[in-house]
């Protein structure tokens, strides 16, 4: 069969169940990718920056396990994708981004070009320059390449010229189907092996442990691991910990789940408990970069070699995540944990992370505190907006102070509902990762969490959650300051300069692009915007003024 270079590599994301494209397309192969993607029903998502689209399309990797595609111009197109693919190295995402590329040879000038292949390498898994020569094989290596574990970006260069001309295509032999039920993928990747590595080592360290802690991180939420995951904690009945990243793949509300695993300070006490560290598919770069604090011997299910774990672990099992579970059940037994001492760190764990109570002066802690009176924080947002959303919803959570109140607080019951930025932790994710998570699933509200700070890197993408029709609302916990930054620079008794600027009215530039919008200024009441916002079928933005007074000991309980 003949096709442009073009619409063979849009017919092979098809085979592969892609089915947005987001960019800011150039002038060159991206139309021509554009125009082949939209004879094919695919569609082409127009963002206002190349760093939201390579994060969105990322997003849409993590949540459907197909690549995530985003197209971009030449040069400074490509450039200002970087942080996007960064976030597909760091968090595990499968992405494809497509650049333009000048035509080759001749007396052209090297006007907007430069060596992508060298700017993108560090974070890439491959960096190929298509050509019409060898076809259409490459790239379908290439999305082979993003979609072997661990997941990650890559680089294709295209240029007009080749996009538009003939090659002849055999399509792979994958189907949409077969890429994305659960049960193929157990299936199809790992058959019914068993792991690899010393299982009878690894059964004889469970054998032994009277207390072990389970610990789940970005892995578990790989298709088919939740379920297993649960059986082996409740056979073991013992504490169980998630990552950020893996939040909800046990569900918040178990009775054995005691909160999330940063390599912080405040979740230490349960795990310095722990005679066992069961590191159950924890990727080592969901960990804050400080000196592993513990001293039990780790038990690694991992899905594959090549982690750089903070502490060499006891034993390592590599393969598929559930079998390696149902291979270790029977050396298994129920721990000597007790079910108060479990939810008694629980509760310890949601009191350290809790705002500090204001006193009468509305001094918390810290010193630059703001006045005290009826202000809302972050925390008493978070919590009345949850408290209207039902188990549907889902979050997405920008990077900085109010992160960590939202991270506490959110309850759910499934993996990727709510999604963050843990590997890279960029700011100016939230809105974004929303408008992919509305894309994918658009029966399902996404409320966005974000700082004030984060959201003015991505403020544009509001016009494209508006035009899309995105059922999402996002809510900036404004307190017209870096506050992350801010609390840094005080620990550290410097002035406060470069954090602080006079705050922004989200509500009046929401409403400039289209969305529905509603303004909550510090005495104000935050329960009619909450039902107004929640209530409107479009993109919708809450713009609350909070107070950042109790961030830095919340900080300092929590990291120590
Ligand atoms: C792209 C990017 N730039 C800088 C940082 C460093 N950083 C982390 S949090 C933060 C401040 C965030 O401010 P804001 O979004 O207002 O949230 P707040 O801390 O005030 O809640 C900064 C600058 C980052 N993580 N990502
Ligand atoms: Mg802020």
Redesign the pocket.
């Known amino acids: 069969m003949q096709m442009t270079l073009a619409e063979a590599l849009i017919a092979t994301l098809k085979a592969h169940g892609v089915k947005f494209l987001f960019g800011v397309p150039g002038g060159g192969s991206s139309l021509d990718l554009i125009a082949a993607a939209d004879k094919a029903g695919m569609a082409f998502i127009l963002c206002r920056g190349e760093t939201s689209a390579a994060l969105a399309a990322s997003v849409v990797g993590e949540l459907t396990g197909t690549p995530g595609v985003a197209l971009t111009a030449i040069g400074p197109g490509a450039a200002s994708a970087v ?1 996007g693919v960064a976030y597909a190295h760091l968090e595990r995402a499968p992405l494809i981004l497509i650049c333009d590329a000048p035509a080759l040879g001749g007396d052209i000038p090297p006007h907007q070009v430069f060596d992508l292949k060298a700017l993108f390498q560090p974070i890439a898994k491959a960096c190929h320059r298509m050509a019409p020569e060898t076809g259409v094989a490459p790239f379908d290596d290439l999305v082979a390449l993003v979609l072997r574990k661990p997941y990650g970006p890559a680089l294709v260069e295209l240029s007009a010229s080749d996009a538009a001309l003939p090659v002849d295509v055999s399509l792979p032999v994958i189907t949409t189907e077969a890429v994305t039920s659960t049960a193929s993928v157990a299936t199809h990747e790992h058959g019914i092996k068993k792991p690899s590595g010393d299982l009878n080592k690894a059964c004889a360290l469970l054998g032994q442990s009277r207390r072990p802690v389970l610990l789940a991180g970005l892995q578990t939420c790989s298709p088919g691991v939740g379920a297993a995951l649960r059986q082996f904690a409740e056979r073991l009945g013992c504490p169980i910990l998630t990552s950020y990243k893996a939040k909800g793949v046990i569900a918040d509300d178990h009775p054995q789940m005691i909160g999330h695993f940063t390599g912080a300070a405040g979740e230490a006490e349960a795990i310095r408990r722990a005679d066992l560290i069961i590191w159950a598919g924890v990727d080592p770069v969901e960990l804050i970069a400080v000196p592993w604090r513990h001293k039990a011997p780790l038990l690694a299910l991992v899905e594959g070699p090549g982690l750089e774990y903070p502490a060499p672990p006891e034993t390592e099992l590599f393969g598929f995540l559930p079998q390696e579970m149902v291979s270790l059940a029977a050396a298994s037994a129920p721990s000597a944990w007790e079910d108060g001492e479990i939810s008694a760190l629980r509760d310890a764990l949601v009191q350290r992370l809790s705002l500090p109570a204001r006193s009468e002066s509305g001094q918390t802690g810290l010193g630059r505190t703001r006045s005290g009176g009826t202000e809302h924080t972050a925390e008493s947002v978070i919590e009345a907006v949850i408290a209207s959303c039902d188990d549907e919803t889902s979050f997405t959570i ?5 992160m960590i109140s939202a991270m506490a607080r959110i309850q759910v019951r499934e993996a990727r509902q709510v999604l963050k930025s843990t590997g890279l ?4 994710f939230a809105l974004p990762a929303a408008i992919a998570a509305s894309l994918v699933a658009p029966q399902r509200r996404v409320i966005a969490f ?5 959201l003015m ?1 991505c403020l544009a993408e509001l016009s494209t959650a508006a035009r899309l029709g995105c059922r999402l609302t996002v809510v900036v ?1 404004n ?1 017209a ?5 801010d609390i840094k620079q005080q620990r550290r008794q410097l002035q406060p300069i470069g954090v602080r600027y006079p705050a922004i009215d989200f509500a009046a530039a929401a409403v400039g692009m289209g969305c529905g919008a509603w303004k909550v200024g510090r005495d104000q009441p935050l329960g009619p915007a909450i039902d107004a916002a929640l209530a409107h079928e479009g993109a919708g933005l809450i713009d609350v003024t909070v107070d ?1 007074a109790g961030y830095g000991e919340q900080l300092a309980a929590m990291r120590g």
Do not use: K
């Open positions: 942080n920008d990077a900085g102070a109010h932790s960029t700011m100016g974000t700082g004030d700070g984060g890197m916990l307190d300051a870096l506050s992350l930054i950042p």
